[in-house]
């Protein structure tokens, strides 16, 4: 072994660090460009006006009760709190059917009542048309309180704020609509996305169309012109030649 | 506090720049804003509808399940609207919004407590065809792709929570890392940190897709 064996081993020890650390950028060039390839998911289309119902009937409780709803918001908590009111109802609405009651009229006879003292004698209300009603039965109390609990409020209690109607265009339009809001939001990011966009040329036709048909194309044109992306051109233009298509159209 | 050590000294300079430089421009919604702060219901819709995909699509790489992203998605909102108050226009009305659902995600997996059983049926409904449309039209790519897709999907659910919303704000929504640092409320080498060290468990969770052997093999 010569007197460089070492350096020599410094220097492929160096190499292979090296070599390692490019295959790592490389790999996680590749573990990005997969997440960035991974299918944009949609949400329901009803999903704002889900959004608003909720909030809506958050508006429609007592101010005062709200905190504790907020806190009680998620289903799995409300259903458990939901148990625990039933169990102590139906425990208390036992308990009430089972104590003697303060005073109660006696049916039978006082010989017989004491020939029988075990036997709990049951109470009937007195003086009312259907006198023989066994009195128990309306010891159980009735629920008012749960009312406040409840999930639907009833519509009288719902305030007057209108929920926008759906809109009619077909599902197509709605997402370009939601693509232009997001090309005006965040123009970077939506320029990101845009780079990995199979059919981009026709995707950004459809848009330009889309944003004509609603007469902002122009506007949404100068809105993303400022943006230092290389797709922005090509945008920009299609943007400008469907607005002119439609006013010529016009 | 070695954790946060390791965090500090971050290999951040491994990490190229940001995809989306942080935008000075005023926030576009900032009117919407106002007029919901000040009471108007319609206004707080508008921006629901604006705001609701974005928030929709982390909320399901966070989750990985459709009705769970859209029953958070409905909590978030519902959050933003009860804390709305507490939105001082400091920052983008958007940022405030994504810091709201990255709460909403995170207070949900807490909850549910169960994310292998999430994985699990995430990956059997992505089988049959039940999660979403997948874009590749020649059909041996399209099972390679879909194959790709789904363990990438796991990959990243199968990530701490807080490695993934770094990794997602970053690598999939193409937030800045000031914006990041803002929403997840950690600084910025901290954020650089997370994507750095969720991208490398990405990168040993796909090395069948990389084209790697099993970890510890040698080249």
């Known amino acids: ?250 | 506090m070695q954790s946060l050590v390791a965090e500090a000294v971050a290999p951040a300079a491994a990490l190229p720049d940001s995809p989306a430089s942080v935008i000075s421009a005023p926030d576009p919604d900032a009117d919407l804003v106002a007029q919901w702060q000040a009471g108007d219901i319609r206004a707080f819709e508008c921006l629901v509808q604006r705001h609701e995909r974005r928030v929709f699509r982390l909320l399901y790489r966070m989750l990985g399940s459709r009705e769970e992203a859209e029953d958070a998605t409905q909590e978030a909102f519902l959050s933003l609207h009860r804390h709305g108050h507490r939105f001082r226009r400091e920052a983008r009305f958007s940022t405030f919004l994504y810091r709201v659902a990255a709460n909403a995600a995170l207070n949900r997996r807490r909850s549910l407590g169960r994310s292998r059983a999430r994985v699990e049926e995430f990956g059997r409904r992505h089988l049959v065809g039940d999660e979403g449309p997948m874009p590749v039209r020649d059909p041996e790519a399209a099972a390679q792709g879909a194959q790709a897709q789904i363990a990438v999907q796991q990959a990243l659910l199968e990530l701490p929570p807080d490695l993934r919303m770094a990794v997602v704000l970053f690598d999939i929504e193409g937030r800045a890392y000031k914006e990041i640092a803002d929403v997840l409320g950690v600084p910025e080498g901290t954020v650089k940190s997370r994507i750095h060290r969720g991208r490398s468990a990405l990168r040993e969770s796909l090395r069948e897709f990389l084209g790697r052997g099993e970890p510890g093999e040698k080249p």
């Open chain 1, 1 to 250: 072994m010569s007197a460089r064996d070492p350096d020599r081993r410094d220097t492929e020890a160096l190499r292979w660090q090296a070599d390692a650390g490019s295959q790592e950028a490389r790999e996680i060039e590749i573990v990005v460009s997969m997440l960035r390839s991974l299918p944009e998911p949609e949400p329901g289309t009803d999903l704002t006006a889900r959004v608003m119902q909720k909030v809506l009937e958050f508006e429609s409780r007592p101010k005062l009760l709200r905190p504790a709803f907020g806190r009680f918001s998620d289903s799995r908590t409300a259903a458990v709190l939901a148990a625990g009111i039933a169990c102590a109802a139906v425990g208390i609405g036992l308990q009430l059917m089972q104590a003697p009651a303060t005073a109660p009229v006696i049916v039978a006879n006082s010989a017989s009542a004491s020939a029988a003292p075990a036997v709990r004698p049951r109470r009937v209300v007195p003086n009312f048309p259907s006198a023989n009603r066994v009195a128990f039965a309306s010891a159980i109390p009735v629920p008012r309180s749960a009312s406040l609990f409840s999930g639907s409020p009833s519509e009288a209690a719902m305030p007057a704020f209108p929920i926008a109607e759906q809109p009619t265009a077909n599902i197509l339009d709605r997402r370009l609509d939601a693509q232009l809001n997001e090309l005006q939001l965040d123009p970077q990011a939506f320029f990101h996305r845009l780079e990995r966009v199979q059919e981009r040329d026709r995707f950004v036709q459809r848009l330009a169309e889309r944003a004509a048909r609603r007469g902002d194309a122009a506007q949404v044109a100068l809105n993303v012109r400022a943006i230092s992306h290389p797709l922005v051109r090509p945008m920009v233009d299609q943007l400008l030649h469907a607005s002119l298509m439609r006013h010529v159209s016009e």
